[in-house]
C-alpha cells in the first residue's frame, strides 16, 4: 500500500515536472555528455521505484538437487510423458517458444512441440519462471491467482491448501500434477506404456489424493528415498509428503534460476558502462515519453497490478468465460477486472516470446507497439504469426473487440507517438534486462532422472 501512494505520488511528480522541461526530448547529437544522459536516467529510474533488487537466501543444496530431478522427471506426470521442463525448458529460457503450451499428449520439444494426441493447448502462455522467487514478488501467475499475504497464501486451492509450504513457488509446484490438461491426464487414460493412469483415476475435486499417489510413486524407486533423506534428514520416511516435493521443486527454482545481474542491474549499482548509449536513450524514453513505466515501474519492472491493454483474444479461453479468457475477473469476479492481467515483470523479456499473456505476439517489437495505440494493433492484428490451429481460435468479431477496447486501461487510450527508431531504442533498453546466462542454462539440466523416463521430450 504504501508502495503504491509512493509511486502514485511519484507519478504526479513527474507529469509536473516533464510538463514544464522536457526531460527525455533529446536528440543523437544535441547529447553533449554521455554524464547528462547518465544523471537524467537515475533520478527518472529512481522516481519510478526502480531501485536493485534484493538479495535471496540460498536454499540448501540437497534440497534444490532433489528439486531439480523432480522438475525434469515426467513420472510427475499422471500420463508419464509431461515434467516441469516440458513447458519451461532450460534450453529455451525456462519456457517453452510456444503462444500456448501443450501438455499431455502432445509430442515433441520447445518451439516445435505439436499437439499430436493433446485434448487442447493450455489457455496461457508459459511463462519464464526466472526470478519467481525473489521477495519482491507479492504474486505469480498472469492473474496473480497466486499471492502471499501476511497471513500465509491466496491460491486456487482453497481449504486444500496444505500446511508447511515455503513459499509462493512452492504452492505453484502443486497445481500443474493436479492439471488434467497440464500434467495429469483424463481419467481413464493410459500412460506411455499403456499402463492404467492410476493417478487421474480419482475425482476432480480430490487434489490430495492425486498428491498422495504421486508421492507413493516416487517412493518406490531407491534414489528419491535417498534424495528425500538427504533433502530433508530430520524427516522420517513416513511423514514425507508432495508438500516436501513441492518445496524442493521451489528451492531448485530459487537456486538454479535467480539472476540479478543483467547489464541494468549493473547499471544500477553504478557502473555505467553496463549499458550502451541507444539503451540509455530507451530507458529515458521508457521511464519517460513513452510512458511505460506508469505501470512497469519499481524493482521489477512491474506495478504488481493488473491492467486491460486489449490483447488480442485467441486460445480455448477460461472456466466458464470459454472461449473468452477474462484474467483477472477469474480470480475476484469483479466486472471492472474483465480482460485485466498483471503487468509483466520485464527483466530477461527480450528472450522470453512469444509475449503477452497468450503469446499473442510473436515479436517483441510488435509487443512493444502495441502499447502505443492498442485500437490501431487490434485492429490491425496480424493473426497469420501463429500456429495454425491457434489462428483458427482467434475471437476477432467487432463486437469482442469493442468490448476489449471498452475498458481499456486509461493511460493507453490516448496514442503515444514514436519514431521507428524511438521503439528500437526502447528495444535495446529491453535487450539490457537480459541476464546472459539465462540465454542458455543447458548445462543445469539433468543426464538422467531417477525414474529412467527420459529427460527430453
Ligand atoms: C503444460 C505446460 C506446463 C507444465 C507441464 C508446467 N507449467 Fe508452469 N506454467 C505454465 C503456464 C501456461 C503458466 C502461466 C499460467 C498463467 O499465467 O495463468 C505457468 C506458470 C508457472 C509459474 C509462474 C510464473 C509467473 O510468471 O508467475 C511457475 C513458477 C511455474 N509455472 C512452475 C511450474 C512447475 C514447477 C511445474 C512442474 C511441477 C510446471 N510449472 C509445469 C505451463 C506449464
Ligand atoms: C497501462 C499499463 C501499461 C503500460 C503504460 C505499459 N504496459 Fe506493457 N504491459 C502491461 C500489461 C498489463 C501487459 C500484459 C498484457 C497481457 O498479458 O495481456 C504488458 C505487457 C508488456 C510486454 C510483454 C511482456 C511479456 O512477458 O509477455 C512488454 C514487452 C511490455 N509490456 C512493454 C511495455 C513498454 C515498452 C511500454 C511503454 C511503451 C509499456 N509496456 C507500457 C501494462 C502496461
Redesign the pocket.
Known amino acids: 500500500m504504501f508502495n503504491k501512494v509512493r509511486y502514485g505520488l511519484l507519478l504526479l511528480l513527474i507529469a509536473l515536472v516533464s510538463g514544464c522541461t522536457d526531460i527525455t526530448n533529446i536528440d543523437d547529437d544535441g547529447e553533449s555528455s554521455s554524464n547528462g544522459l547518465d544523471s537524467r536516467l537515475q533520478k527518472l529510474a529512481g522516481q519510478m521505484g526502480t531501485d536493485n533488487l534484493q538479495s535471496i537466501k540460498e536454499p540448501p543444496e540437497a534440497k534444490a538437487e532433489l528439486g531439480r530431478m523432480l522438475?525434469h522427471d515426467k513420472l510427475?506426470s499422471g500420463t508419464k510423458d509431461?515434467?516441469?521442463a516440458?513447458?519451461?525448458n532450460l534450453k529455451h529460457q525456462t519456457t517453452d517458444g510456444q503462444s500456448l503450451?501443450?501438455?499431455v499428449d502432445g509430442q515433441g520439444e520447445g518451439p516445435d512441440r505439436i499437439m499430436a494426441d493433446a485434448n487442447a493447448r493450455?489457455p496461457?502462455?508459459?511463462?519464464?519462471?526466472i526470478n519467481?522467487g525473489l521477495p519482491e514478488y507479492h504474486a505469480?501467475?498472469?492473474?496473480s491467482r497466486i499471492a502471499k499475504t501476511k497471513s500465509g497464501f491466496i491460491s486456487p486451492l482453497g481449504d486444500d491448501l496444505p500446511e508447511g509450504l515455503d513459499n509462493m513457488?512452492a504452492v505453484?509446484?502443486l497445481t500443474?500434477?493436479i492439471d488434467r490438461g497440464?500434467?495429469l491426464g483424463e481419467q481413464g487414460s493410459e500412460d506411455v506404456f499403456g499402463e492404467p493412469n492410476e493417478i487421474a483415476m480419482v475425482e476432480d475435486d480430490n487434489s490430495p489424493e492425486v498428491w498422495r499417489r504421486l508421492m507413493l510413486r516416487l517412493m518406490e524407486i531407491p534414489e528419491y528415498v535417498q534424495l528425500f533423506k538427504e533433502a530433508y534428514p530430520n524427516v522420517p520416511e513416513e511423514e514425507l509428503s508432495f508438500v516436501h516435493a513441492a518445496n524442493a521443486?521451489a528451492a531448485f527454482?530459487i537456486s538454479a534460476l535467480t539472476f540479478t545481474d543483467s547489464p541494468w542491474d549493473q547499471y544500477l549499482e553504478g557502473n555505467q558502462e553496463a549499458l550502451s548509449r541507444k539503451a540509455k536513450r530507451g530507458g529515458l524514453l521508457f521511464f519517460g515519453k513513452a510512458k511505460c513505466a506508469q505501470c512497469h515501474n519499481g524493482p521489477l519492472l512491474s506495478d504488481q497490478e493488473h491492467h486491460n491493454i486489449a490483447v488480442p483474444q485467441i486460445g480455448p479461453g477460461k472456466g466458464e468465460a470459454a472461449p473468452l479468457d477474462l484474467g483477472r475477473y477469474h480470480v475476484t469476479n469483479q466486472e471492472i477486472d474483465q480482460f485485466k492481467f498483471r503487468t509483466p515483470p520485464l527483466r530477461n523479456v527480450a528472450i522470453t516470446g512469444p509475449w503477452m499473456?497468450n503469446g499473442a505476439y510473436t515479436n517483441l517489437k510488435d509487443a512493444i507497439k502495441h502499447h502505443l495505440d492498442p485500437e490501431h494493433a487490434l485492429t490491425n492484428y496480424d493473426v497469420t504469426q501463429l500456429a495454425p490451429d491457434i489462428q483458427e481460435t482467434y475471437l476477432g468479431s467487432d463486437d469482442i473487440k469493442s468490448k476489449l477496447l471498452e475498458t481499456l486501461d486509461p493511460a493507453l487510450i490516448t496514442p503515444t507517438r514514436l519514431t521507428e527508431k524511438e521503439v528500437n531504442e526502447i528495444t535495446a533498453f529491453l535487450n539490457s534486462l537480459t541476464t546472459p546466462e539465462a540465454q542458455n542454462l543447458s548445462s543445469v539440466i539433468p543426464d538422467s532422472v531417477p525414474s529412467g523416463l527420459p529427460v527430453d521430450d
Open positions: 522438475y510427475l509431461v515434467s516441469c516440458t513447458c519451461h503450451s501443450i501438455g493450455n496461457r502462455n508459459a511463462t519464464i519462471v519467481r505469480i501467475l498472469s492473474d513457488l505453484q509446484a500443474p500434477v497440464e500434467m521443486l527454482q499473456h
